[in-house]
């Protein structure tokens, strides 16, 4: 079991900026593929940015350029930087964990958060 617990988003307005970040206490997350999520109302669940175990970093297109996903040195804790933020990226965003190295299949979840981008 990894508990991944999140914090960070809300609301903002389009072209604003939010960091959401997902840490598992008392777990280094560094063995772990890690990866953001999110689902908009009606949508289905859209794989955002993904943190490979070898550092990698591949995002979505419709986020390219505008988000950073990262891990802190101590590797504890997952982050996503938004920038220029669209209300198409409204949705509920969620940190996922995997301990396989091929980052397909995620069974840890964070509680997820909500981001809220007005036009």
């Known amino acids: 079991q990894l508990p991944l617990v999140q914090s960070g988003g809300g609301s903002v307005q389009a072209g604003g900026s939010l960091r959401l970040s997902c840490a598992a206490s008392g777990y280094t997350l560094s063995s772990y593929c890690m990866a953001w999520f999110r689902q908009a109302s009606g949508n289905q669940r859209e794989r955002v940015a993904v943190f490979d175990t070898h550092g990698s970093t591949t995002y979505a297109d419709s986020v390219k350029g505008r988000f950073t996903i990262s891990k802190d040195n101590a590797k504890t804790t997952l982050s996503l930087q938004m920038n220029s933020l669209k209300p198409e990226d409204t949705a509920m965003y969620y940190c996922?964990?995997?301990?396989?190295?091929?980052?397909?299949?995620?069974?840890?979840w964070g509680q997820g958060t909500q981001v809220t981008v007005s036009s």
């Open positions: 996922a964990a995997s301990s396989s190295s091929s980052c397909i299949w995620f069974p840890y």
